[in-house]
T-cell receptor, first 113, second 115 residues
Framework: EPEVTQTPSHQVTQMGQEVILRCVPI?????FYWYRQILGQKVEFLVS????????KSEIFDDQFSVERPDGSNFTLKIRSTKLEDSAMYFC???????????FGQGTRLTVV | AQSVSQHNHHVILSEAASLELGCNYS??????LFWYVQYPGQHLQLLLK??????LVKGIKGFEAEFIKSKFSFNLRKPSVQWSDTAEYFC?????????????FGQGTTLQVKP
């Protein structure tokens, strides 16, 4: 069964450092997403991406964040200068269309120290 | 503002007990509704979804949910839980005419089933 894969599963980084979280969406999917979940809180939408452009982003997704599809398979989330409050589980997801089921990866736990 | 509220944060049941997890949403317009489950150490998986038609939808592993439009609710039910249902359950909503696919999640309910 096709699945969304995320690497790494856990990343520890120092405050102020840049991190790149990687995702490989399901191959025939066209819409890609990042969500995050701070420990004990809701899963929050960060950004949706289609046709090499951001189609929607949340207030959380400020200038410190960026997304990219560098090739035909990967979808990355970059945080330029991490803050302690960026510590969270980050989930990548993909879907065929925006109104169809989104499939989620296992998440990357980011710990900023 | 768009929001999803799950009434129960932590539910503890014995095996064979019946389950109902509440979910209410606030969203203008048509909606698509979802329940996702996250088993320990695993990714979010879709349990069931409602797009249109019969408001009682059946999902995997014996779960079902009922969309009650007048109550803005989409409660999840299972007549008899098993130990393997121990997981975190998330209700989510998407605008029916969304062209970006954004999902809004509830805060999640942790279900613990005692053998």
């Amino acid at each position: 069964e096709p699945e969304v894969t995320q690497t790494p599963s856990h990343q520890v980084t120092q405050m102020g450092q840049e991190v790149i979280l990687r995702c490989v969406p399901i191959s025939n999917h066209l819409y890609f997403y990042w969500y995050r979940q701070i420990l004990g809180q809701k899963v929050e939408f960060l950004v949706s991406f289609y046709n090499n452009e951001i189609s929607e982003k949340s207030e959380i997704f400020d200038d410190q964040f960026s997304v990219e599809r560098p090739d035909g398979s990967n979808f990355t989330l970059k945080i330029r200068s991490t803050k302690l409050e960026d510590s969270a589980m980050y989930f990548c997801a993909s879907s065929v269309q925006p109104n169809t089921e989104a499939f989620f990866g296992q998440g990357t736990r980011l710990t900023v120290v | 503002a768009q929001s999803v509220s799950q009434h129960n944060h932590h539910v503890i049941l014995s095996e064979a007990a019946s389950l109902e997890l509440g979910c209410n949403y606030s969203y203008g317009g048509t909606v698509n509704l979802f329940w996702y489950v996250q088993y320990p150490g695993q990714h979010l998986q879709l349990l069931l979804k409602y797009f249109s038609g019969d408001p009682l939808v059946k999902g995997i592993k014996g779960f079902e949910a009922e969309f009650i439009k007048s109550k803005f609710s989409f409660n999840l039910r299972k007549p008899s839980v098993q130990w393997s249902d121990t997981a975190e359950y998330f209700c989510a909503v998407k605008g029916g005419s969304s062209n970006t696919g954004k999902l809004i999640f509830g805060q999640g309910t942790t279900l613990q089933v005692k053998p």
